[in-house]
C-alpha cells in the first residue's frame, strides 16, 4: 500500500433514527500516488453508498496502476460479516470509480431487498396452508 492511505477518515451520516453512522473510508495505491482530487472523489463517492444500505462499516478504496490502465477496487464490509466487492479496469481512474460506485449501488440495493422481503416470505407460506 502506498502513500494515498488515510484509515482514520471517516463520515458521520446522520441515520432515520437520529443516530449518526460513521463510515470508515480507506483509501489506498499499488504502483502510484493518487492524487488529492482523485482522493476526495472516490470518498465522496464511496460515502454515498450509505443510502443504498445503512448497516456499511468500512469501505476500502484501492488504485491499481498496470501498463496501458488503472484499476479501481471497491471493497465495503457490513455487519454480519458481510462483504461487497467491485472491480473495474476500463477507461481512466474517474470512470472506474463510477463504474464501481453503479456496481455496489445495484448489489447493496439488490441485498437489502432480500433482507427486508425474507419475513414478509415466510408469513406467505403460513397463510397460504389451509
Do not use: W
Not at 455487519?79 to 477507461?91: C, I, S, Y
Not at 453503479?102 to 396452508?129: F, G, P, T, V, Y
Amino acid at each position: 500500500m502506498c502513500a494515498a492511505t488515510d484509515p482514520d477518515f471517516g463520515y458521520n451520516v446522520p441515520n432515520v433514527i437520529g443516530r449518526s453512522l460513521t463510515v470508515i473510508v480507506t483509501v489506498s495505491s499499488r504502483h502510484m500516488d493518487v492524487s488529492p482530487a482523485l482522493k476526495t472523489y472516490a470518498e465522496q463517492k464511496a460515502g454515498k453508498l450509505i443510502k443504498y444500505y445503512d448497516r456499511i462499516q468500512e469501505i476500502e478504496v484501492i488504485f491499481d496502476a498496470g501498463k496501458d490502465s488503472t484499476a479501481v477496487e471497491f471493497i465495503v464490509n457490513a455487519e454480519h460479516r458481510n462483504m461487497f466487492l467491485a472491480h473495474h479496469n476500463d477507461g481512466d481512474a474517474y470512470a472506474c470509480i463510477d463504474a464501481c460506485f453503479d456496481k455496489l449501488e445495484r448489489q447493496l440495493s439488490d441485498h437489502k431487498k432480500k433482507i427486508r422481503n425474507r419475513k414478509h416470505a415466510a408469513e406467505d407460506k403460513h397463510s397460504s396452508m389451509p
